[in-house]
């Protein structure tokens, strides 16, 4: 009996995934650079299926069915190359190589463009869920041509998370889309952690809530529209105590670490020119914290007193920032998918926007209820330009604008740190204005570089004569 898909690369995530994949009832060949990670997971897992352990890469490719799927789960970069090397001189014509790694979308355009020429499809994929998705149900973003979705997508559909009946997994587009939609995942994950971070700094810093009333918090959040899997493990992790008997989030270092997909996401939001602050704030704010010389030289600057809340506004304040906190989600989320849009214009990609929300709520770190509301909008206009304007979102966002400023004037007026909510606002207001100080700007560069300027009155570009006393305009 030959597989129907292989595995190479065989450390937790690939582990998962194989025994995922045989669960589902394939039969999957296994392979790993070194041989004793395929014994072992044969000797610990081997009855949870049908698997067929590969000691070369000779022997993995003669155990595959044909067209041959094989699935490359090792670190991102370098490795991916060479295990590529290794493996497409062995295929023949119609053979599918996945990489499921965390590869940039840039890599995966390069390397399937490099495969196409050589007779083979080449998938680079998103697997969103840590460990536990790999081997529960991920959420999974293929890219690669829809011919290689025939074979692969009803293999990579059973092993993904469900939602309602629904597979989170669904072919995103061509060559490096998958990886692209797998970045913008990873980034809006940032700013949502990052929002979720400010409600709670500002529940204990404006209103005096200890951890663990922070985390009731959250728990009731975690009832309503907020409904999330980032909302939920937030309240975990407030109520935990330490074994000092501390809470938890006192005893951990503040400085918050990253492996580099939100940097991607924000590096490519620049090139595309599309506005994702609040994925940079997030990004940004872990740099800071991570800033510990900076924090050490600037500790000790002066601040506001904090007088804590009281009377009314202490009573409203939690509603307060779950209205400030769900209107600044709204913006971060309606920013990643306008750079998804980018995305799909830029490198001609024909992505469902609407699918992408289907496929992120089950087995991702952003599952959520709210992408239910992002995927009827798409349905109801797939040419929205922005979430903000969708029925639902619009009269949420405005029915929390008053709560929302209250909360950021709060946090000034105090002293406390709220980025996101802050940037999240300003682009709000930033998109909703009718005049723009822009125009100053305009003049500024024209001022000083002849940039030259559109009017508002007449067509064609214009150039004021700043170096004159008449200050002459000249048009083209
Ligand atoms: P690692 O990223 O730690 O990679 C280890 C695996 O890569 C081992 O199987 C190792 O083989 C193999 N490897 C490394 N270099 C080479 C090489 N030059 N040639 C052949 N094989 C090589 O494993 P993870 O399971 O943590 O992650 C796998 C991929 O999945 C990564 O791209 C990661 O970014 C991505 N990912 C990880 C998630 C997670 O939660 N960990 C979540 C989503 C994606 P050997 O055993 O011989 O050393």
Redesign the pocket.
């Known amino acids: 009996k030959k597989a129907s898909i292989g595995v190479t690369?065989?450390?937790?995530?690939?582990?998962n995934l194989a025994r995922n994949l045989a669960r589902h009832g394939h039969t999957v060949a296994l392979h790993?650079?070194?041989e004793?990670?395929t014994r072992t997971l044969v000797e610990q897992f081997g009855d949870e299926g049908d698997f067929i352990p590969a000691y070369s890469a000779q022997e993995f490719v003669n155990a595959l069915e044909r067209p041959r799927q094989i699935v490359i789960?090792?670190?991102?970069g370098?490795?991916?190359d060479?295990?590529i090397e290794?493996f497409a001189p062995l295929l023949e014509p119609g053979d599918v190589i996945v990489d499921?790694?965390?590869?940039h979308f840039a890599d995966t355009r390069r390397r399937e463009a490099a495969l196409r020429e050589r007779g083979l499809h080449f998938v680079g994929t998103g697997?969103?869920?840590?460990?536990e998705g790999?081997l529960n149900g991920p959420s999974i973003m293929p890219g690669g041509s829809k011919e290689s979705y025939e074979s692969l997508g009803p293999l990579f559909e059973d092993i993904s998370a469900k939602v309602d009946g629904d597979p989170c997994c669904t072919h995103i587009g061509a060559d490096g889309a998958g990886h692209f939609v797998k970045m913008v995942h990873n980034g809006i994950e940032y700013a949502d952690m990052q929002l979720i971070a400010e409600s709670f700094d500002l529940l204990r810093g404006a209103a005096g809530y200890s951890p663990a009333e922070t985390a009731d918090v959250f728990s009731t959040w975690n009832t309503g529209r907020l409904e999330s899997y980032l909302i939920e493990i937030t309240a975990e992790v407030l109520k935990h105590v330490d074994g000092s008997g501390k809470p938890f989030v006192d005893i951990v270092e503040d400085a918050a670490e990253q492996k580099g997909t939100g940097r991607w996401t924000v590096q490519i939001g620049l090139d595309l020119g599309v506005p994702i602050s609040g994925i940079a704030e997030a990004v940004f704010a872990r740099s800071l914290s991570g800033s510990k010389p900076l924090r050490a030289a600037a500790r000790g600057l002066a601040g506001p007193a904090r007088t804590p809340l009281k009377g009314a506004a202490l009573e409203t304040f939690a509603d307060d920032v779950e209205q400030a906190l769900y209107a600044s989600k709204v913006v971060a989320y309606a920013q990643g998918f306008n750079q998804i849009q980018a995305g799909a214009t830029e490198y001609g990609w024909d992505i469902d926007l609407g699918a992408v929300a289907s496929i992120w709520r089950g087995g991702c770190i952003i599952r959520a209820k709210f992408l239910n509301d992002i995927t009827a909008a798409y349905a109801e206009d797939p040419a929205l330009p922005t979430l903000l304007t969708a029925g639902a979102f619009r009269k949420a966002v405005e029915d929390a604008q008053d709560s929302w400023r209250s909360v950021i004037s709060t946090a000034v007026q105090l002293g406390i740190p709220t980025p996101g909510f802050s940037t999240a606002l300003a682009y709000y207001d930033g998109l909703r204005a009718d005049r723009l100080p822009a125009a100053l700007v305009q003049g500024q560069r024209d001022f000083f570089g002849a940039h030259t300027y559109r009017r508002v009155d007449r067509e064609g570009s214009f150039h004021t004569l700043w170096a004159t006393d008449s200050r002459d305009e000249v048009g083209a």
Do not use: C, F, K, Y
């Open positions: 690369g065989l450390a937790v995530m690939g582990r790993n650079r070194s004793a990670r789960m090792v670190q991102a370098g490795p991916t060479a295990v290794e499921a790694g965390n590869a697997v969103s869920g840590g460990e790999a």
